[in-house]
């Protein structure tokens, strides 16, 4: 099914998987710029269910490296939640017969997503004081998950890493419209390329807009889509980059809180010590990263495969990451 009325699809996948006796208040949500969200409500004999489908654009995958596949991603978002891990409870995985496409239906979690209501609303300023902290702890929990479990992950090592990114700059830059901030740090990146050491789960978009809060604070985590084996402290770094801060600039985790409480969190937790400099060092990587990534949301609405107002102008977010990046290597 590519889009559209999907109500009927997904009633009837419903009433197969949960029992249920229909479903109620189907609507698009506006979360997600590379994946389709969905909220809707199921009545079944143990009371109403709140859920979620979260499905490729269109019911149909994109060919992307980076991501792991939506079948993959609710197996892993169960194996965490399994764990103790702050991720939400998969309820079913769509099936070819079901006429949905790819995707699954997973609980849905109450609480806020959006930043500038978690960073300036009096609703949340108590979790404020503790969500730097809250977001270290939970950074332990995921990079705690057994390895083993997860063979259906591919490790991407730090050098990995470096490549994929210029990659993708020579795709999306070279040949249309260089940047010379971007060269210039990939290049700078690629002297301090860390060694390969420490190896865990990573989520992989660990920020403040992939996490529900509510009044006490970090309730789930959300978009598990560029999961993988790698350095730990990627999530720890991709929080802080300045395009998550939404305008807070003087609070690096999130836009609400300090390094120190985050890696304070994590200490707690995992019982090992944080090296700000490497933290430092994937910061700068993911200030370039997304810069890139920014530049490749808008060649997918200019090609036509998921047209939509969100993808250009994320698009021309690229230019503050090449703000944020002069600003980051010149402290170095």
């Not at 998950?145 to 050098?159: A, K, N, R």
């Not at 301090?192 to 789930?220: C, K, M, S, Y």
Request: some cysteine.
């Amino acid at each position: 099914m590519a889009g559209g009325n999907i109500d009927a699809a997904l009633d009837a996948a419903t009433r197969k998987y949960l029992s249920a006796t229909g479903i109620a208040d189907l609507k698009r949500l506006s979360a997600g710029a590379s994946q389709e969200t969905w909220s809707f409500d199921a009545p079944t004999a143990d009371g109403l269910q709140e859920l979620i489908l979260r499905r490729a654009p269109g019911g149909v995958p994109e060919s992307r490296s980076t991501a792991i596949g939506q079948v993959r991603e609710a197996r892993l978002i169960q194996i965490c939640h399994n764990h103790g891990v702050k991720a939400p409870n998969v309820r079913y995985v769509l099936q070819p017969e079901d006429g949905l496409g790819v995707g699954f239906v997973m609980d849905r979690v109450a609480g806020e997503t959006l930043a500038p209501r978690v960073l300036r609303d009096d609703l949340y300023a108590d979790a404020r004081t503790k969500m730097a902290g809250q977001c270290g702890e939970a950074a332990a929990s995921i990079h705690d998950v057994p390895m083993d479990e997860l063979d259906f992950l591919e490790e991407i090592t730090p050098q990995q890493q470096w490549q994929n990114t210029w990659n993708a700059y020579e795709k999306y830059f070279l040949d249309w419209s260089p940047s010379p901030v971007f060269d210039y740090a990939l290049r700078w990146l690629k002297e301090r390329v860390p060694a390969r050491d420490r190896v865990t789960l990573v989520h992989g978009d660990f920020r403040n807009g992939n996490i529900i809060w509510g009044p006490e604070g970090l309730r789930t985590i959300l978009d598990w889509e560029i999961a993988h084996f790698g350095d730990p402290m990627e999530d720890l770094a991709w929080i802080c980059i300045n395009s998550w801060r939404f305008g807070s600039i003087d609070k690096p985790v999130g836009g609400f809180g300090r390094r120190e409480d985050m890696f304070e969190g994590y200490e707690k937790v995992s019982g090992i010590k944080v090296d700000p400099e490497r933290v430092k060092f994937w910061e700068i990587f993911g200030s370039l990263r997304w810069g890139i990534t920014c530049r490749s949301m808008a060649f997918t609405h200019l090609t036509g495969h998921d047209r939509s107002v969100e993808r250009p102008a994320i698009g021309r977010r690229s230019s503050e990451c090449e703000a944020d990046l002069m600003i980051l290597l010149g402290r170095n």
